[in-house]
Structure formats: structure tokens, C-alpha cells
């Protein structure tokens, strides 16, 4: 794993105190706000922005935190309940697979330009390396792709033979429900222009949700400062 930056390369040549980037790039991801609304909020604080500049903020900054972030996650449970749903990038749907164990709590995403068997594959396989382990049950809906792809990697050996995989709606409807916060969230994006983006902020959003539903040892934290937010010091921990 390449090293993290200390907190003065982190932040070197930025024209903004750390905290004010850090604040942006949370709040934008967090709360159904546009680069705009940040404009204009940072401006009753006396701060003079523009939107490309918080727009630049996020796509550099909401890897490294997601990076730092994932020091401190929590495994989740073996039964988890999958699901796609669709995001628009330059006009055209997209496809953003996720799943959620039996709690709520965030398995993995990723998003996908086809839904097909290659893409399922893709999902699991970077769910599990996520996770570290593969599920012991795996709750799909009706879509017989992601069912032929748990079947091959059943027969390939990168699932458990014995894996239980069912179609339920009634069991699928928490993974439903937890779409909701991701769309609604990036609803007022208005779309994304570019894939790369696109991947890059909802893998900003998903962090957020993730820290919202506390699936990180955040007794684990070195704490840099105890009157800051718990993102700070968590994003930032060397």
C-alpha cells in the first residue's frame, strides 16, 4: 500500500486552510447540496469561492479519504442483499451495483457502464477483496445475470459451494430502501459528465453513508484534535 501523505504534502499549494477544504468536501458529500450552494454558504463566512474549486476538492480529495478512512472499517455480516440501480452520466444510465448485509450496513459498490455477468462478477469479486471473505448467503433479485454469474463463481471456486443464494423482494427491499439515500443525494448533482467522476463521488457519498451508520472502529483514532469533527481526524490521521 503506497504511504499516506503527512497533512502539509496533503494540503501543499492549496490557497485554503485544511479545514475549510475538509468542510466543503464533507458537507458537499454528506448533505443534498450543489458546489453553488457551498459558494454561497462559504461566502455568509466570509470565504470567496467558486464552484469549480469545491468541484476540484471533492475529485481530489474524496479518494484519499475514502483511503484513510478504510484503516478503521468494521467487517460486515455474511448475508448480504444485492442489488443494481441506475445513475445518469452524460445522458446515458449507468449501472451503480451495492449490497448491504442483514443490518443495513454498506458490503460494497461499484459502478458499471453494462449490467451483464461480467459486471455482477466484477462487483462480487471486488465486494469480497473488500470484505476479505465471501458471503455465506446472497439474497438477488429476479435479474438472471447476477444469478449465472454467482453459479460460475460457484463452479470456479471464488464462491463457497455451499453459498445459499435466494430471490426475495421482501428481503431485498432493505437494499432498496438504502439506495434511496445514495439517489437522493446525488439527485441535485444533476447528473455527471464524466465516469470517472461519477465513480470518484459516489465513492465520496457511500463514505459518508458508511460513517453514518457507524461502520468504523472509531476508538481506533488517533485523535489529532478532540473539538473537531470525527471525519477530520479520521480523513487526516497519518
Known amino acids: 500500500m503506497a504511504r499516506f501523505l503527512g497533512l502539509d504534502e496533503l494540503f501543499e499549494g492549496r490557497h485554503f486552510d485544511r479545514e475549510i477544504i475538509v468542510l466543503c468536501v464533507r458537507w458537499y458529500l454528506r448533505f443534498k447540496l450543489s458546489f453553488r450552494d457551498l459558494v454561497e454558504m462559504m461566502a455568509e463566512r466570509g470565504l470567496s469561492l467558486v464552484h469549480t474549486t469545491i468541484m476540484r476538492w471533492v475529485h481530489h480529495y474524496a479518494p484519499e479519504f475514502e483511503r484513510r478512512w478504510n484503516r478503521f472499517a468494521r467487517p460486515t455480516g455474511p448475508s448480504w442483499r444485492v442489488d443494481e440501480t441506475y445513475v445518469k452520466i452524460r445522458g ?30 466484477a462487483f462480487f469479486h471486488k465486494a469480497i477483496k473488500t470484505q476479505g471473505s465471501a458471503p455465506r448467503t446472497i439474497t438477488l433479485d429476479g435479474y438472471a445475470a447476477s444469478h449465472r454469474a454467482v453459479r460460475e463463481m460457484k463452479t ?4 463457497l459451494a455451499d453459498t445459499k443464494v435466494r430471490s426475495s423482494k421482501y428481503l431485498n427491499n432493505l437494499i432498496e430502501q438504502d439506495h434511496r439515500g445514495v439517489k437522493l443525494r446525488i439527485g441535485p448533482m444533476l447528473g455527471f459528465k464524466w465516469f470517472r467522476t461519477a465513480a470518484i463521488t459516489i465513492a465520496g457519498v457511500e463514505l459518508l453513508r458508511r460513517i453514518h451508520k457507524g461502520q468504523f472502529h472509531l476508538r481506533a483514532l488517533r485523535f489529532k484534535d478532540r473539538t473537531a469533527p470525527v471525519i477530520w481526524n479520521a480523513a487526516l490521521a497519518a
Open 92 to 121: 446515458k444510465w449507468v449501472y451503480l451495483y451495492r449490497a448491504v448485509d442483514r443490518d443495513g450496513r454498506t458490503v460494497d459498490f461499484r459502478l458499471s457502464a453494462r449490467r451483464d455477468v461480467a459486471a455482477a462478477k
Open 156 to 159: 470456479d471456486g471464488q464462491l
